[in-house]
């Protein structure tokens, strides 16, 4: 894989580990939930765990949609904040982040180039969207 390509991600609490081994398989660190916080930790808390590590969050909450839409304009504390959201069930996510790998490398790469750019992808069963 060539250099620069290679990032973490941190699996939210209800990320299949099938998901993380597709990121492992693809060179990339994963950490998971349960290795740096607690059960049930609040979502402000697992965010500034990723933005600390410098990880994409892998996550299957909805709230965290609504924590990267507010107004990065205006510096809010989760403006850093790289998501790699989860609309599809759990049984085909690790199909679909598998399928969409290039697309999400191509992507963290495109964030890494400019701060304060982001990587927000949303993957569905039949969709993938990026904000940039």
Not at 2 to 13: A, I, M, N, S, Y
Not at 40 to 65: E, M, R, T, W
Not at 86 to 109: G, N, Y
Request: aromatic share 6%; glycine share 6%; net charge positive.
């Amino acid at each position: 894989m060539p250099p620069g390509k290679q990032f973490t991600v941190l699996l939210d609490e209800g990320v299949p580990r099938s998901v993380g081994a597709v990121f492992e398989s693809a060179g990339h660190e994963v950490i998971h939930h349960r290795d740096i916080l607690v059960e049930s930790s609040p979502d402000d808390l697992v965010a500034k765990s990723a933005i600390k590590n410098n990880a994409i969050l892998v996550a299957q909450d909805k709230d965290f949609g609504t924590m990267m839409r507010v107004d990065t304009s205006k510096g809010t504390r989760f403006s850093k904040l790289h998501l790699l959201q989860l609309k599809c069930k759990e049984p085909i996510a690790h199909t679909r982040v598998k399928f969409l790998m290039d697309l999400i490398e191509l992507e963290w790469q495109v964030a890494c180039q400019k701060d304060p750019r982001r990587l927000w992808l949303e993957v569905g069963p039949h969709f993938a969207r990026t904000h940039r």
